[in-house]
């Protein structure tokens, strides 16, 4: 939510010239789809019966973007969604984080495995670009994080 209006989104090829400029409280939902290649220390306890633990700490996740859309609703002005916002966010995402899960053994060379994921951004998806009505410059954090429930098969 943008308590102050103006030009949030410069850069951004809209659908219509009337969201170039948005009125105060105007919300803007983000919705980016990023490429991540994770690199983790997974730890794996010895099995009880067809049972073992599992712990992965840290997971460093580096993210290409691939698409980025938003949804503006603003006072006033009717409300869309899917507006192409690729040059407000940066093409690069990066986090931490750690899982924590179960093994089940099937057989020799198979198991299932169902983990519980915790991540968090820690750069800046936006490239705050935009100028206030007040001539101030648009100065928002946002970061992405996620809990997940991993399940999958190990061969």
Known sequence: IHEKGGRLLPDSELSEMVYDSLPANSKIRYNIQYLEIPFGFRMRSKEFGRFRLTFEAPIITFGIKIKARSAIDAPGLPETEDENINSEVNILNMSYGLAAGTEYTITENISLLLALEYKQGFL????????????????????????????????
Not at 124 to 152: P, W
């Open 124 to 155: 800046d998806v936006t490239k705050d670009h935009g100028i206030r009505s007040d001539g101030s410059r648009e100065d928002s954090k946002g970061t992405i994080g996620h809990f997940a429930i991993k399940a999958g098969i190990l061969f």
